[in-house]
Each structure stands twice: as structure tokens, then as C-alpha cells.
T-cell receptor, first 113, second 110 residues
Framework: NAGVMQNPRHLVRRRGQEARLRCSPM?????VYWYRQLPEEGLKFMVY????????ESGMPKERFSAEFPKEGPSILRIQQVVRGDSAAYFC???????????FGDGTRLSIL | GENVEQHPSTLSVQEGDSAVIKCTYS??????FPWYKQELGKRPQLIID?????GEKKDQRIAVTLNKTAKHFSLHITETQPEDSAVYFC?????????FGAGTTVTVRA
């Protein structure tokens, strides 16, 4: 049973470009969560999605950031017009339901030049 | 929303000794408390979790205790080994999401 798959593992973008991060949940998991981790800091919740629905996006900046989890395919976290402050590790986690164990992917390390 | 505080931020122990990390939470409705271990450059890995209807749970050398009245929970690692060196995060389930503590860097000295 494959774990949570994220790609790419590393992504380099120049200021002003767009970044697209992908996450495929574990088989049988319908809940997807995105977290951001700055160097030597904890995990900060960004958004929680189920298929075709955003359930809670209270941790996601109102501008430039968006997320989706379409009926077919992976969940996508999109960051438009990236700035240096967006440099971080972005982790995706999935679970089979509310307050169930969340399992994390390997993350995408985003670097902004 | 939930506020999770974690102490200490760093912990150095001699190999074979015990390590204890403590967390407090603010929302009395929280009912699920996982602990994650993260090695440098790796993913957070779930190592143990506890629900609010249980006071203690043990898995080999690790155990977690929960005091609902005081709203705090703790991770105990016994007979520490060098491979236990990592950052440990506590978390509390809060209304659709996990709120994480700031992490504890554990170093096990050989």
C-alpha cells in the first residue's frame, strides 16, 4: 500500500513565477491536508480538502494561494507570483476520516530565487 | 482555535536514560492527540496517539499519558537510543485539523 506521494520533492522558482505542488493520498484516504514548515519551526495547517470540496482553508493566505482536490487526480496546492517568503517545506497528509491518524508525504521543498 | 504549547524546546539525554516531553492544549473539546517524530529532512512520522477516553497508552519504549482535566499530555521515551534523536511534535485535533506544538529537539548522547 503506497504511502502519501508528493511531487516534486524539490522545486525552484524565481520571484513572480507560479509553483504547483501535487499530492496523491494513501489508497482509501479521502481527506487531504496541507501544512507548511519553515526551517526549524513546527507544522502550520493551511487547508483541508475532500474530493471536490474545500472544508477548511483558514490557514491559507487569502491571496496568491489556492488548493484543489479534483474528482480525478491528485490534490494541487498552487502558489501564484511567488515571493522569497514562500520558501518552505510543504507537506501533505491524508487520513481516512475526521480525527483519524494522518500520514504525511515526503514534502516539497520550495526555494525562491 | 486550539493552541498547543510544547516543552522543552530542546532536550539532551544520556543514552539509556528517559526523555519526557510535555504539551498543553486549550480546547477542552479536543479528543485526539498524536505524536510525530521528524528526522532531519524527512517526513513527520506518527509514532503514537491517544484518544480522550484513554488515560495512558504504551508501545514498547514509548508511552503517552493524557490528563483531560488539566488539558495536558506527555510523551515518555524509556531506555533512549541514538536513533531516538529527532524532533518530536505533539498535536491536538481541533475542529477538522491538527494543531501542532512547536517541537522538541531530542539529542541522545552516546
Amino acid at each position: 500500500n503506497a504511502g502519501v506521494m508528493q511531487n516534486p520533492r524539490h522545486l525552484v522558482r524565481r520571484r513572480g513565477q507560479e509553483a504547483r505542488l501535487r499530492c496523491s493520498p494513501m489508497k482509501g484516504h479521502s481527506h487531504v491536508y496541507w501544512y507548511r514548515q519553515l526551517p526549524e519551526e513546527g507544522l502550520k495547517f493551511m487547508v483541508y480538502l475532500q474530493k471536490e470540496n474545500i472544508i477548511d482553508e483558514s490557514g491559507m493566505p487569502k491571496e496568491r494561494f489556492s488548493a484543489e482536490f479534483p474528482k480525478e487526480g491528485p490534490s494541487i496546492l498552487r502558489i501564484q507570483q511567488v515571493v522569497r517568503g514562500d520558501s518552505a517545506a510543504y507537506f501533505c497528509a491524508s487520513s481516512p476520516g475526521d480525527d483519524q491518524p494522518q500520514h504525511f508525504g515526503d514534502g516539497t521543498r520550495l526555494s525562491i530565487l | 482555535g486550539e493552541n498547543v504549547e510544547q516543552h522543552p524546546s530542546t532536550l539532551s539525554v544520556q543514552e539509556g536514560d528517559s526523555a519526557v516531553i510535555k504539551c498543553t492544549y486549550s480546547d477542552s473539546a479536543s479528543n485526539y492527540f498524536p505524536w510525530y517524530k521528524q528526522e532531519l529532512g524527512k517526513r513527520p512520522q506518527l509514532i503514537i496517539d491517544i484518544r480522550s477516553n484513554v488515560g495512558e497508552k504504551k508501545d514498547q519504549r514509548i508511552a503517552v499519558t493524557l490528563n483531560k482535566t488539566a488539558k495536558h499530555f506527555s510523551l515518555h521515551i524509556t531506555e533512549t537510543q541514538p536513533e531516538d534523536s529527532a524532533v518530536y511534535f505533539c498535536a491536538a485535533w481541533d475542529d477538522y485539523k491538527l494543531s501542532f506544538g512547536a517541537g522538541t529537539t531530542v539529542t541522545v548522547r552516546a
